[in-house]
Nanobody, 126 residues
Framework: QVQLVESGGGLVQTGGSLRLTCAASGGTFSNYLLAWFRQAPGKERQFVAAVPRGGPNTYYTDSVKGRFTISRDNAKNTLYLQMNSLKLEDTAVYYC???????????????????WGQGTQVTVSS
């Protein structure tokens, strides 16, 4: 299984931007469906965005459409999440996830993924 390490979280004011990075090792990166999830205190882990193994399509939960952009660089074994126009409700721990069998769609859940990073905290303040 691939190992995943997130970075790039931090404290930002509403309306600001952050770019999260997920570095992968130990697997054939291009074989994996990749996604970002987030988990706020007291809430379940929530799907944010996914990018397939190939092709141009990406998938987002409705609350981040138009503000977040997921991308991958297979040459660098890296997944990204560009987050713009951040809102208070975006505050959460953000996790990257990978799976060799699942297919990209907008209804993925945590159970669809075999590999997870440790998470990175994103805090949006007013």
């Amino acid at each position: 299984q691939v190992q995943l390490v997130e970075s790039g979280g931090g404290l930002v004011q509403t309306g600001g931007s952050l770019r999260l990075t997920c570095a992968a090792s130990g697997g054939t990166f291009s074989n994996y469906l990749l996604a970002w999830f987030r988990q706020a205190p007291g809430k379940e882990r929530q799907f944010v965005a996914a990018v397939p193994r190939g092709g141009p399509n990406t998938y987002y939960t409705d609350s981040v459409k138009g503000r977040f952009t997921i991308s991958r660089d297979n040459a660098k074994n890296t997944l990204y999440l560009q987050m713009n126009s951040l809102k208070l409700e975006d505050t959460a721990v953000y996790y990257c996830a990978a799976d060799r069998e699942a297919f990209a769609n907008a209804w993925l859940g945590p159970g669809d993924f075999e590999s997870w990073g440790q998470g990175t905290q994103v805090t949006v303040s007013s």
